[in-house]
């Protein structure tokens, strides 16, 4: 093909891909723009998630009549006029980019009338062609509606996921907006029916219970600015709200930055952020906070990112120590005298920068109090009952595949508390592994071994099961063995139709963050079946009822809260029906957990279970369960060989 430069319209299709990937991000856009223009209600109203429809009407200063065609041109904006603007910038839009490259993908129609003018005007474009401009009435300030985003770009429209994942996608990005301005009200409705509301009170903590829920709130304390370490550092102000210990979730996405306004993506201040409860929270659990950062414009860079989702810090190190700082404060003043200890959490890989530090922080660092020591159960010592150590040793050598003979001498058959609602029938010590040698009625036909016999030795770190098997050691994940096995009972059960269910007495109600009840209504029909009775009790707030008997022992709005954990993160390979991915976080729910000490007894019973499941090597979310040493690998590392 010869070299041609592009046409206008395919130029301005390819540039929109940098800012229009989806239609959160033409809400995020449009937001941006009647933040600007000085709004203070904002109403969004989205129509086939985002696809057929998203029209944002603010009542912002609006445009001149005679500027409106040229609001749509690209790099036109009003915001800056030479570079040096763009390091003092008090606008969150910059690039003249936006309305262009929407423009150019949709059919877009721009109504606005400026506050210092009798009439408004108005602008229709399809794909980046315009139809007609006009006078009309309307009062002050600006409505854009975007139709059939992606209309003209097919190949585009597959990329976007589910309609419920793109309307989460809207939900979380406008909820993010409200909290970073709480004097400005927002207003979401997808497909007529109300999903988000905040009061522009300009109380954030008003806004907090509308976006996080009720009980997350309740868990949250006040981040207040501090006075700076050093006169020389740039004045830093963070403020905000942040969980205490007491409540964490599996991942990060729950921590929002907002910098000058501007939500930021911003890795090194998330794990400032993660820092400042060092040793308060269990290993690879994460705090939801929600933090306004204010520093001088000159010292921000918005400029590195087309989506502005990045920026870079004139003095990050400053910055870091600041949100740091006022969360630790924050924290520890809460936690005060509180004994959660969780001691080193060595997953973190960041190195943190040279913090400036004062000594004051450097005792902030410190657990406030010591952690207790731990009660082991006296059997974990002593269990004359169980086989002397060496037990394999004597016996002909064996491989795991000689699985059969071994039953022989299985001898303990516990079932303690891990139980599903039919347990079964306790087998006789000496029972033989063929099914077909079971005589009738005694119990129901035993899966077929998938480990050789397993000998529990101890429990190290409240999380991992020593056992000694023919051809070696094994440590295994407590928590991760637990999933499995419940997994496989629970798909059994539920493929079968055979689920136990029990009602829950009082529960109370649970309000959710809109992001979750969205996600709530659209599981509720596979919830239903697994045997969750959920009620709608009113705007984002449910009453659970009932939940699968394996659940019965659990708090039902821990297990919600579980169940609807975004659900983009912690992806299974190969995992397919939402229903399956369900299914895994009911397990994952219902599963001890690490840091919980087992008795002998119960760590032999859960063993003895992984011992028949039918892959006992990785949990439902594909993490491996047991480690293996061979007595071959022992013998190479001790030099005998
Ligand atoms: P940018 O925001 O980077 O300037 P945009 O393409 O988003 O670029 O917008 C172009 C211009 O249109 C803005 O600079 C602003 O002058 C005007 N504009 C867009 N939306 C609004 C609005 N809701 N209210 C007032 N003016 C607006
Ligand atoms: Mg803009």
Request: with cysteine; charged share 25%.
């Amino acid at each position: 093909m010869p070299i041609r430069v592009l046409s206008e319209t395919i130029a301005a299709q390819i540039a929109a891909g940098e800012v229009v990937e989806r239609p959160a991000s033409v809400v995020k856009e449009l937001l941006e723009n009647s933040l600007d223009a000085g709004a203070t209600t904002i109403n969004i109203e989205i129509r086939g998630a985002g696809s057929r429809l998203i029209r944002i009407s603010d009542n912002g200063h609006g445009i001149p009549a005679d500027e409106i065609p040229l609001a749509l041109e690209r790099h036109a904006t009003s915001k800056i006029s030479i570079l040096d603007d763009l390091y003092n910038l008090h606008t969150l839009g910059f690039r003249g980019e936006a309305l262009h490259s929407i423009a150019s993908v949709s059919r877009l129609t721009l109504t606005s009338r400026y506050q210092k003018e009798s009439m408004g005007a108005r602008i229709l474009v399809e794909g980046g062609k315009v139809l007609e401009v006009r006078p009309v009435g309307a009062p002050i300030g600006t409505i854009i509606e975007v139709a059939e985003l992606f209309f003209n770009v097919p190949a585009r429209r597959k990329f976007l996921k589910s309609d419920a994942t793109e309307r989460r996608h809207v939900i979380t990005l406008v909820s993010q907006y409200a909290m970073a301005y709480p004097h400005v009200r927002f207003q979401l409705t997808l497909d007529g029916r109300e999903a988000f509301h905040s009061t522009g009170s300009g109380n954030l903590a008003d806004v907090l219970v509308q976006a996080l829920g009720l009980e997350t709130f309740r868990e949250m304390i006040e981040v207040s600015p501090l006075p700076p370490t050093r006169p020389d550092l740039p004045p830093i102000e963070v403020s905000g709200f942040t969980t205490t210990p007491a409540l964490h979730r599996a991942n990060r996405s729950q921590i929002s930055l907002f910098v000058n306004g501007r939500g930021v993506n911003d890795q090194r201040l998330t794990f400032a952020v993660v820092q400042a409860y060092h040793t308060l929270l269990p290993a690879s659990r994460y705090p939801v906070s929600v933090l306004l950062i204010q520093v001088p414009p000159e010292d921000v860079d918005v400029n590195v990112h087309p989506t502005k989702a990045e920026v870079r810090f004139r003095s990050p190190e400053a910055i870091f120590t600041a949100v740091q700082r006022g969360v630790r404060r924050a924290v520890i003043a809460q936690t005060g005298t509180a004994a959660i200890y969780y001691g080193e959490q060595e997953e973190e890989v960041y190195d943190p920068p040279p913090a400036y530090s004062s000594d004051e922080d450097i005792a902030d660092q410190r657990p406030a109090t010591l952690p207790a020591p731990k009660q082991y159960p006296a059997q974990m010592d002593f269990d004359f009952d169980t086989p002397a150590p060496g037990r394999y040793s004597q016996q002909r050598p064996a491989d795991e595949t000689d699985l059969e003979s071994e039953d022989q001498v299985e001898s303990d058959a516990f079932y303690p508390h891990y139980e599903t609602p039919t347990p079964p029938t306790r087998r006789p010590p000496t029972e033989p592994d063929d099914p077909t040698a079971i005589p009738e009625g005694i119990g129901p036909p035993k899966k077929p071994r998938t480990l050789p016999i397993l000998r529990v030795v101890g429990q190290i770190s409240a999380s991992y099961i020593v056992a000694e098997g023919p051809i070696g050691m094994y440590l295994i994940d407590q928590h991760a063995a637990h999933e499995r096995i419940l997994f496989e009972q629970f798909l059994e059960q539920y493929q079968a139709r055979e689920l136990t269910i029990q009602q829950v007495l009082d529960s109370g109600s649970v309000s959710l963050s809109p992001t979750e009840a969205h996600l709530l209504e659209e599981i509720q029909p596979i919830l239903a079946e697994m045997g969750f009775e959920i009620e709608t009790f009113g705007v984002n707030t449910y009453r659970v009822r009932a939940v699968p008997a394996m659940l019965a022992d659990q708090d039902p709005h821990q297990v919600l809260h579980v169940l609807l954990q975004d659900s983009e993160s912690g992806k299974v390979p190969g995992v397919q029906t939402i229903e399956e991915k369900i299914l895994r976080r009911v397990c994952k729910a219902a599963a001890v957990k690490a840091g919980q000490i087992l008795s002998h007894t119960e760590m032999q019973g859960l063993i003895h279970q992984l011992e028949r499941c039918e892959n006992p090597h990785t949990c439902p979310h594909g993490r491996p369960i047991m480690i293996h040493l061979s007595n071959k690998q022992l013998e190479k590392e001790f030099g005998r060989t």
